[in-house]
Nanobody, 115 residues
Framework: QVQLVESGGGLVQPGGSLRLSCAAS????????MGWYRQAPGKQRELVAQ???????NYADSVKGRFTISRDNTESTVFLRMNSLEPEDTAVYYC?????????WGQGTQVTVSS
C-alpha cells in the first residue's frame, strides 16, 4: 500500500514563503512523476505543479514563477517551495502521482495565507 505523508504547511502572511514536503513509499516514488495538488474550500482539487522522474517540471499558470517543485529520489521525497504567497493560495495541499493520481491520498497539509 502506497503511503503519502505531507508536511510543512502553516499560517503565513501575504508575500511570505513556505516549503512543503511529501514522503512516499520508495519503490513506487522512484518510477512515477509526482505532483502537488491543492483543494480550497468549496472547490475541486487541482494540480498545481508536477515533476518527472528526471526532474522536468510544469506548473499551473496560477503559480508559475512563484512555486518551485523538486524531488529527492534518494529520500523518496517531493518538495514544493512557495514564494510570494497570496490569499488565493489558501488550501489543503496534497502530493500524489501526476498527472493521473492514484485513489489513495495522504492527510494533506493546510496552507493559510492571511494577514
Amino acid at each position: 500500500q502506497v503511503q503519502l505523508v505531507e508536511s510543512g504547511g502553516g499560517l503565513v502572511q501575504p508575500g511570505g514563503s513556505l516549503r512543503l514536503s511529501c514522503a512516499a513509499s520508495r519503490a513506487w516514488f522512484n518510477i512515477n512523476a509526482m505532483g502537488w495538488y491543492r483543494q480550497a474550500p468549496g472547490k475541486q482539487r487541482e494540480l498545481v505543479a508536477q515533476i518527472t522522474t528526471g526532474g522536468n517540471a510544469n506548473y499551473a499558470d496560477s503559480v508559475k514563477g512563484r512555486f518551485t517543485i523538486s524531488r529527492d529520489n534518494t529520500e523518496s521525497t517531493v518538495f514544493l517551495r512557495m514564494n510570494s504567497l497570496e490569499p488565493e493560495d489558501t488550501a489543503v495541499y496534497y502530493c500524489n502521482k501526476a498527472p493521473y493520481p492514484i485513489n489513495s491520498w495522504g492527510q494533506g497539509t493546510q496552507v493559510t495565507v492571511s494577514s
